[in-house]
């Protein structure tokens, strides 16, 4: 069974950038779209973007939108985030999920598989 294993997560100011790191394990990452979301306390749990299978399809949040990108290498079994112009509503938990779905949105219901997430927190 896939298993999915975050990084990348860290204290930050505002404006700062980070890279997360999304590393598939047990399967191969061809077979699946990929999809990032955060958890702020207290909250429930957001989709930030997604990638479908070959990477040739992207979706954003509109408030990530033109500050966050989403890539993958396959031959790697990776997807990264990177976050720019971080702000603080940007804080939380950030977990990557896996979907065999071709193009999923970004509804947490739609992915089957999910890693165990790493904190980000933007704060002066």
């Known amino acids: 069974q896939l298993q999915l294993v975050e990084s990348g997560g860290d204290l930050v100011q505002p404006g700062g950038s980070l890279r997360l790191s999304c590393v598939a394990y047990?399967?191969?990452?061809?077979?699946?779209?990929i999809g990032w979301f955060r958890q702020a306390p207290g909250q429930g749990r957001e989709g930030v973007s997604m990638?479908?299978?070959?990477?040739?399809?992207?979706d954003y949040n509109a408030s990530v939108k033109g500050r966050f990108t989403i890539s993958r290498d396959n031959a790697e079994r990776t997807v990264y985030l990177q976050m720019n112009d971080l702000n603080y509503e940007d804080t939380g938990i950030y977990y990557c999920?896996?979907?065999?779905?071709?193009?999923?949105?970004?509804?947490?219901?739609?992915?089957?598989?999910w890693g165990q997430g790493t904190q980000v927190t933007v704060s002066s």
């Open positions: 999920a896996a979907t065999r779905l071709p193009r999923p949105d970004l509804s947490p219901t739609q992915y089957n598989f």
């Open positions: 990638i479908s299978r070959s990477g040739g399809f992207t």
């Open positions: 047990r399967d191969g990452l061809d077979f699946y779209a």
